[in-house]
């Protein structure tokens, strides 16, 4: 299957800060790529839909302004989570959407967790 | 809204036994997926198996079956001669308007037991 990387995989920040988590396709090119919060021992949740070339599409209730996505290239997208606070500490997954020969399916990284002190 | 519905939150089997988890969405697509994740300790999503709703054959990936009722809109995972490296959380999902998201059930823990 296709390879999907985040980076890091885990970071420690201050409160007040930003922090940016890097999401890359690395052997196939994601037209689209989707962003997902897991809380503990709980579901992944969408926050995002993150298109190449255009302005991402939060679900509701994800706030726009604290979670900033950006999608350059057919192989990137980042995540920065600006001005952190301890109730963002959370674990956050990105996939890439393909449709190889009509075929839909989304390939996870494997997750950033983020811990704000 | 579209929902997945797992009941199950925990499930356990004896190694080499068979064991299905369940799984029941609600959509008013026509055309959509449906898809079963493992998600084991590394808390790496891999994809189990998929299936197609226009397919009335249930997908087959070696040890593992689906059965898609889809009058029922019910989508359960059968796993075969369990083995020690099936234990993980499962996640049924369902994509939703126009095979562009993935909405996820609650999960399902499952427990091999030597």
């Known amino acids: 299957g296709a390879v999907v990387s985040q980076h890091p995989s885990w970071v420690i920040c201050k409160s007040g800060t930003s922090v940016k988590i890097e999401c890359r396709s690395l052997?196939?090119?994601?037209?689209?790529m989707f962003w997902y919060r897991q809380f503990p021992k709980q579901s992944l949740m969408l926050m995002a839909t993150s298109n190449e070339g255009s302005k991402a599409t939060y679900e509701q209730g994800v706030e726009k302004d604290k979670f900033l996505i950006n999608h350059a290239s057919l192989t990137l997208s980042t995540l920065t989570v600006t001005s952190a606070h301890p109730e963002d500490s959370s674990f956050y997954i990105c996939s890439g959407e393909t449709g190889l020969a009509g075929v839909y399916e989304q390939f996870f990284g494997p997750g950033t967790r983020l811990t704000v002190l | 809204a579209q929902t997945v519905t797992q009941s199950q939150p925990e499930m356990s089997v004896q190694e080499a036994e068979t064991v299905t988890l369940s799984c029941t969405y609600d959509t008013s697509e026509s055309d959509y997926y449906l898809f079963w994740y493992k998600q084991p300790p590394s808390r790496q999503m891999i994809l189990v198996i998929r299936q197609e709703a226009y397919k009335q054959q249930n997908a087959t990936e070696n040890r593992f079956s689906v059965n898609f009722q889809k009058a029922a809109k019910s989508f359960s995972l059968k796993i075969s001669d369990s083995q020690l490296g099936d234990a993980a959380m499962y996640f049924c999902a369902s994509t939703i308007q126009g095979a562009q998201k993935l909405v996820f059930g609650q999960g399902t823990r499952l427990t091999i037991n030597p």
């Open positions: 052997d196939f090119q994601a037209t689209t």
